[in-house]
């Protein structure tokens, strides 16, 4: 009798072992599914191509710069620097690409947003932050792919050729130049910009 009954304690032990294994299986591919999503990324060729129109805007504007796109997490997958970009220009292209990722936000906008005096004002004191223009994300479908930065030509509606003066030259800008420092191809005479 008491091996019976020990007997039948063993196969309940057993059976809720076994049932409880099920149940496990079971809801492991329903946690998998919550515990994970999709994401889109950006290809490298994607990535290339959009540096190299980048680069090829800018050059047709006099100007020679870095451009630097990031993936969704901020990391580096496309680099370019002109031949006569100064030697600042791939770092700040990153920082600038990665700023706007990291802070989902383009970097022209987190400029105005963290001017001294602001409630966000702090945060251009952190490490890797590219508070300045020339950083924009890049958006597919309503979902974030990455950023690019550009660094090198001079900020604001003059590198997006919204200049005000009439458009004489590619990038808005009259027969002076631009008047923001950038570097701008003209005979005999480069300028520097972030």
């Not at 072992?17 to 990324?41: D, E, H, K, Y």
């Not at 805007?57 to 002109?82: E, I, P, S």
């Not at 979902?143 to 009439?166: F, K, M, N, T, Y």
């Amino acid at each position: 009798m008491e091996f019976h009954k020990e007997l039948q304690r063993t196969i309940r032990a057993m059976t809720c072992v076994v049932s409880g294994a099920a149940v496990l299986a079971c809801a492991a591919p329903a946690q998998a599914q919550q515990a994970s999503f999709t994401v889109r990324l950006l290809t490298p060729e994607t990535a290339l191509k959009a540096a190299q129109t980048a680069l090829a805007k800018c050059r047709a504007g006099g100007f020679q710069v870095a451009v630097a796109v990031t993936d969704r997490m901020g990391v580096l997958q496309v680099l370019l620097r002109d031949r006569y970009a100064g030697p600042h220009t791939p770092d700040m292209a990153g920082a600038k690409a990665w700023t706007a990722v990291s802070f989902r936000v383009n970097t022209t906008e987190l400029a105005d947003a963290t001017q001294a005096g602001r409630a966000q004002s702090g945060v251009r004191h952190r490490p890797g932050v590219a508070a300045v223009g020339g950083g924009m994300m890049i958006e597919s479908g309503g979902a974030l792919l990455g950023a690019i930065g550009v660094s090198g030509a001079p900020g604001g509606s003059e590198a997006r050729g919204q200049g005000d003066d009439g458009g004489q030259t590619p990038g808005g800008h009259g027969p002076a130049g631009p008047s923001l420092p950038g570097r701008r191809l003209r005979p005999g005479r480069l300028q520097y910009g972030l």
